[in-house]
């Protein structure tokens, strides 16, 4: 968080006073006019407030903090005007560009009060964010863990789909990538509600029954319902539901968000079928000539960023240890299998704590082998990486 405070406004001599008048209460910086203000911000920022006179030549009042908003969302923003200005401030207000506005000149109490509000809301709102970011990376975690302990099948392929989806939104410099990721790590989350025979039969690439196949195609839709009541989340669940879906262009409403989720779900599918073909052993250039092929209006630097992809290679450091010896922050660089054939741990699954539990609990009854192939965490960072 940032108290920073910045007046912007085109005439030097004002700004100078402004800052005479509150430099010992606050961290005042200043720019002449909007565009002055904006490269400020990007090269000097965040602040946590914004004041801006309404009437400046070239850019506004009204169209700088429209801009402010856009660039720096939790940034509060302020507008000194005029008494003939006052009917464009309320309305800047009801549109929500606008925290408060105050009318030209502005005594110091007034000015100080206004900004101390005005930095108490800057505080509140990053705090806000903060909890919530942090919430859902806790609860992207859990899904993730009870995914990985329950399904290692279904786990090892959302991990590798991360990897593809990752890559992709690196190579078209996508904004919220997060969400993308996120996407790509919940996207098999549906799948702990089906038989582990269905899933082996799969992610390796063998005929499913009618039954099966019903089932699996069900599985993106358990995942939304899943999904969609966590804050945040809603346009990620979208992206998981449509995962199998083509997405027709009258879908296209030109609407800024859901753009995005339908780019998420492409990006999704794409991911989804390359990994199938190369579970199967085509080549990547094989699936991304399929793919292109397949999804119609598929963006081709998607595809060529898929066929770009090296594929994945164990670490250096790579050994065999005992079950007992293991740690937390390894990753296992062979699938875990009971002596019965059952998958316990997936190849590529970092070691947590419950995974750790769950390893000495069938070791213990002697269900899986005395030891395992690992590598240490940057290793498989690196690699994936690649």
Known sequence: MSDKILFVDDEPILLQGYQRLLRKEFQISTAVGGTAALLLMKHEGPFGVVISDMRMPGMDGIEFLRRVRKAA????????????????????????????????????????????????????????????????????????????????????????????????????????????????????????????????????????????????????????????????????????????????????????????????????????IFDGFLRKRHSRVDAALFISRRLEGLDPKITEALMELEPEVAGEGTRTMGIADLHTGMVLQQEVRTTDGVLIAAKGQEITSPLMMKLNSFWKKTAIADSVSVSPKYQQETSDAA
């Open 73 to 272: 969302p939790h940034t509060v923003r302020i507008m000194l005007t005029g008494g003939s200005d006052l009917g464009i401030a309320i309305q800047a207000v009801n549109e929500g560009n606008i925290f408060r506005f105050l009318s030209k000149p502005a005594n110091k109490d007034i000015l100080v009060k206004t900004i101390t509000d005005s930095l108490e809301q800057y505080h509140l709102v990053c705090a806000e964010k903060e909890l919530l970011e942090k919430t859902l990376s806790g609860t992207i975690y859990v899904l993730t863990e009870v995914l990985s302990l329950v399904s290692p099948a279904a786990f090892s392929r959302a991990a590798r789909v991360r990897r593809y989806v990752q890559h992709v939104v690196t190579k078209l410099s996508l904004g919220n990538p997060w969400k993308f990721e996120v996407a790509a790590m919940v996207s098999q989350l549906g799948c702990v509600t089906l038989d582990p025979t269905t899933l082996e039969h799969v992610y390796s690439g063998q005929d499913l029954s009618p039954e099966e196949e019903a089932q699996y195609a069900n599985h993106p839709l358990v995942a939304q319902d899943l999904l969609k009541n966590i804050p945040r989340m809603e346009s990620i669940a979208w992206m998981v539901a449509h995962q199998f879906q083509p997405l027709p262009s009258e879908w296209d409403t030109g609407d800024r968000e859901m753009a995005e989720m339908r780019l998420g779900a492409q990006i999704l599918r794409a991911a989804i």
